[in-house]
């Protein structure tokens, strides 16, 4: 019987096949914007959490915020004696600096950082190398170049193992070591305009340093970000106000972009969700129009024998398979829709079967439910007024 019904229903659909378009058009729009909208989402979402994965989520970073001098240089080796999961801690500090290569002058921001600090960054090389931990040791005064500052000092090149004045309080010479891959589009941090020097180096030669600035630490595999995270803030509460220093970890930032992006989409999906019910109603006016049509039918079918539940059953599986198809066709123009989005703007697409799962089911109960009053007006016919119908 099942089987009848829906050789029944595709036959009326393809009969009345404008009409049968008209009223899909609802479903089609509602689904295609919703399967559209969570795909983007979800491409959004993994674009973002990609770029924070380059530099790793297994970091946490510890920030002074008062006036508590022990967070020196020394105090970075105390986390791995107090804190389990530690791999390594790297720090650093700034200023803003003048930089000179003959008649070209740059102002920048100078940072000083143990050598470790490049192993737990998203920074990347283009030319040249990292200085060593040696060179941090023995002060030595080399600098590594953000990708815009070695293009303003070096217009033509050959920055590697040319030297730079850093200006403070008196110029001094830096041997350039190494210059960064371009950061412009990296949601870690834009290096461009940055130097790096060794942070004995910094402390000696460019500024004498009371508190570091922050402090990188790495997580040991096997340990969660935000577990040690949670010890770390235990461990600096027993030696320093909460207000004289602030802890955060990649892992989080990461978690909270998911969850706003998630949110965001699902609000998006809902409003788009909307016009399936607009949909429905489109179905449901078709399928009352079917049963005026199918008047007499109903009336011979009901003289041979079919009981009202067989004529409900038989309206109801049109109504389901008219929503359904056009569910179908709505997924394949959201796929769509989204890949030209995606390619367009240079995102890379990930597909939410949550998508097409939620998509089809509410095409199915969109059916069912706008389906249900025509079914049961079909079934309720009298088959002598139904006969005599004209």
Same mark, same amino acid.
């Given at each position: 019987?099942?089987?009848?019904?829906?050789?029944?229903?595709?036959?009326?659909?393809?009969?009345?096949?404008?009409?049968?378009?008209?009223?899909?058009?609802?479903?089609?729009?509602?689904?295609?914007?919703?399967?559209?909208?969570?795909?983007?989402?979800?491409?959004?979402?993994?674009?973002?959490?990609?770029?924070?994965?380059?530099?790793?989520?297994?970091?946490?970073?510890?920030?002074?915020?008062?006036?508590?001098?022990?967070?020196?240089?020394?105090?970075?080796?105390?986390?791995?004696?107090?804190?389990?999961?530690?791999?390594?801690? /790297?720090?650093?500090?700034?200023?803003? #600096?003048?930089?000179?290569?003959?008649?070209?002058?740059?102002?920048?921001?100078?940072?000083?950082?143990?050598?470790?600090?490049?192993? /737990? $960054?998203?920074?990347?090389? +283009?030319?040249?190398?990292? =200085?060593?931990?040696?060179?941090?040791?023995?002060?030595?005064?080399?600098?590594?170049?953000?990708?815009?500052?070695?293009?303003?000092?070096?217009?033509?090149?050959? %920055?590697?193992?040319?030297?730079?004045?850093?200006?403070? $309080?008196? #110029?001094?010479?830096?041997?350039?070591? @190494?210059? +960064?891959?371009?950061?412009?589009?990296?949601?870690?941090?834009?290096?461009?305009?940055?130097?790096?020097?060794?942070?004995?180096?910094?402390?000696?030669?460019?500024?004498?340093?009371?508190?570091?600035?922050?402090?990188?630490?790495?997580?040991?595999?096997? =340990?969660?970000?935000?577990?040690?995270?949670?010890?770390?803030? $235990?461990?600096?509460?027993?030696?320093?106000?909460?207000?004289? =220093?602030?802890?955060?970890?990649?892992?989080?930032?990461?978690?909270?972009?998911?969850?706003?992006?998630?949110? +965001?989409?699902?609000?998006?999906?809902?409003?788009?969700?909307?016009?399936?019910?607009?949909?429905? *109603?489109? *179905?449901?006016?078709?399928?009352?129009?079917?049963?005026?049509?199918?008047?007499?039918?109903?009336?011979?079918?009901?003289?041979?024998?079919?009981?009202?539940?067989?004529?409900?059953?038989?309206?109801?599986?049109?109504?389901?398979?008219?929503?359904?198809? @056009?569910?179908?066709?709505?997924?394949?123009?959201?796929?769509?829709? /989204?890949?030209?989005? %995606?390619?367009?703007?240079?995102?890379?697409?990930?597909?939410?079967?949550?998508?097409?799962?939620?998509?089809?089911?509410?095409? /199915?109960?969109?059916?069912?439910?706008?389906?249900?009053?025509? #079914?049961?007006?079909?079934? #309720?016919?009298?088959?002598?007024?139904?006969?005599?119908?004209?």
């Amino acid at each position: 019987m099942f089987l009848e019904n829906l050789k029944l229903a595709f036959g009326n659909m393809f009969t009345n096949k404008m009409r049968t378009l008209l009223s899909l058009l609802g479903i089609v729009i509602g689904v295609g914007s919703v399967v559209t909208i969570m795909n983007l989402g979800e491409s959004v979402k993994k674009s973002i959490t990609d770029s924070m994965n380059i530099g790793g989520v297994d970091e946490v970073v510890v920030m002074p915020t008062g006036s508590n001098n022990i967070f020196s240089e020394e105090f970075a080796y105390s986390f791995s004696d107090n804190v389990i999961g530690i791999e390594s801690v /790297s720090t650093y500090v700034s200023t803003s #600096a003048t930089l000179r290569n003959g008649q070209e002058t740059k102002s920048a921001q100078v940072y000083g950082v143990t050598s470790n600090y490049f192993d /737990s $960054s998203s920074t990347e090389l +283009l030319y040249g190398d990292y =200085f060593t931990r040696e060179s941090n040791l023995q002060r030595e005064q080399v600098v590594v170049l953000g990708y815009d500052l070695a293009q303003d000092l070096f217009p033509g090149g050959g %920055a590697v193992g040319s030297y730079v004045s850093i200006f403070r $309080s008196q #110029a001094k010479q830096y041997r350039v070591v @190494g210059v +960064l891959d371009d950061s412009s589009g990296s949601i870690s941090g834009n290096t461009n305009n940055y130097a790096f020097i060794p942070f004995n180096t910094f402390d000696q030669r460019l500024k004498k340093v009371s508190a570091v600035s922050q402090y990188t630490i790495k997580v040991q595999e096997g =340990f969660t970000a935000t577990n040690v995270a949670e010890d770390v803030k $235990s461990y600096l509460s027993t030696v320093a106000s909460s207000n004289d =220093f602030y802890v955060s970890s990649a892992q989080e930032l990461v978690d909270m972009t998911e969850s706003v992006t998630g949110y +965001l989409t699902t609000f998006l999906a809902a409003i788009a969700a909307i016009s399936l019910l607009v949909g429905g *109603i489109g *179905i449901m006016n078709i399928m009352l129009v079917t049963v005026v049509e199918r008047t007499r039918e109903i009336g011979i079918r009901k003289a041979l024998g079919a009981t009202p539940k067989t004529i409900k059953a038989q309206f109801l599986v049109e109504a389901t398979v008219l929503s359904l198809f @056009g569910g179908v066709i709505g997924i394949l123009f959201g796929v769509l829709i /989204s890949y030209i989005v %995606a390619y367009a703007v240079g995102w890379t697409l990930y597909f939410s079967i949550w998508a097409i799962v939620l998509s089809l089911g509410f095409s /199915s109960a969109v059916g069912i439910f706008f389906g249900w009053y025509p #079914a049961a007006k079909a079934a #309720a016919l009298d088959p002598i007024e139904a006969l005599a119908y004209e």
